[in-house]
């Protein structure tokens, strides 16, 4: 009898023991399971990091937009996210001499709008928003067809290297040189320029509900050109925005 009962108390003492270690096993079941999530979610964030990276803004340039606010102010920031990845390419390959200073005309926005950006994105300011026309025959309000043939009085999308200023029909202009093959490299032998234009005005816009055309040229109000002009000439990046259009799959600098 009395070697059962040493027997049960050996018993009931074991299991006392093993339910007083039970919390410090379960809890060290579990702290290895968060360690192994957290370990887990670590690599998963610095993954997603690096695909945002490559896909997305930097850091820097997102400030800069919503610092800004330019998606207030008509610019959508795809299309300023593409201006800034064309202004990078062409920095690397040394075609951008200045890469603190980019122009981006959006053709997605009506000729009634103020669509054309000037943007210092080392101070984080914006230079200039202003009227900007498009080629008479790209249409009339909005800009929906473009060519870079000769003579053909329309507009050339995509990235631009600026150039010297010079005299000369217009007055004062700016050279653009068109770095995209079949999209716009004509834009030298096209005299395609910045100028000064007096039907680039708000007058217009009250009488008809839009600008005049250029011939092709991205003309700018007279009285702004000068300024304009001495602040993006020599070796700035120049993007013009066409919105739909077969641009997208032919252009090598979005690609």
């Known amino acids: 009898m009395m070697k059962k009962i040493k027997n049960l108390r050996f018993f009931l003492n074991s299991f006392i023991i093993f339910l007083l270690h039970l919390p410090f096993v379960f809890a060290k079941s579990v702290g290895n399971t968060l360690k192994n999530g ?5 690599i998963l964030i610095t993954s997603t990091n690096s695909i ?13 937009f919503d610092s800004l606010r330019l998606d207030m102010i008509g610019l959508s920031r795809n299309v300023f996210e593409m201006a800034i990845k064309g202004l990078q390419k062409l920095k690397k390959s040394g075609m951008v001499v200045t890469d603190n200073i980019i122009s981006i005309a959006d053709f997605s926005q ?6 054309l950006y000037v943007i210092d994105l080392n101070n984080i300011s914006l230079l200039f928003q202003t009227y900007v026309a498009h080629g008479q025959n790209s249409g009339r309000e909005y800009a929906q067809r473009f060519s870079n043939r000769p003579h053909s009085f329309q507009s050339s999308p995509g ?18 040189n068109g770095v995209e093959r079949g999209i ?24 008809q509900g839009y600008i005049g055309r250029s011939w092709g040229c991205p003309a700018v109000p007279l009285g702004l050109h000068y300024k304009l002009i001495e602040t993006i000439k020599n070796g700035t990046c120049l ?11 032919n252009s090598t600098i979005l690609k």
Do not use: C, W
């Open 184 to 207: 716009n490299n004509n834009a030298l032998r096209r005299d395609i320029v910045i100028h000064g234009a007096a039907y680039v005005n708000e007058e217009l816009i009250q009488e």
């Open 110 to 115: 009506p000729s009634n709008h103020k669509r």
């Open 52 to 64: 945002v990276n490559h896909t997305a803004l930097s850091p820097l340039m997102s400030t800069v």
């Open 159 to 176: 990235f631009y290297v600026t150039m010297n200023p010079y005299l000369g029909s217009n007055g004062y202009s700016l050279k653009l």
């Open 239 to 249: 993007f013009i925005y066409p919105g739909k259009s077969s641009y997208f799959k």
């Open 38 to 42: 957290y370990e887990s979610n670590k």
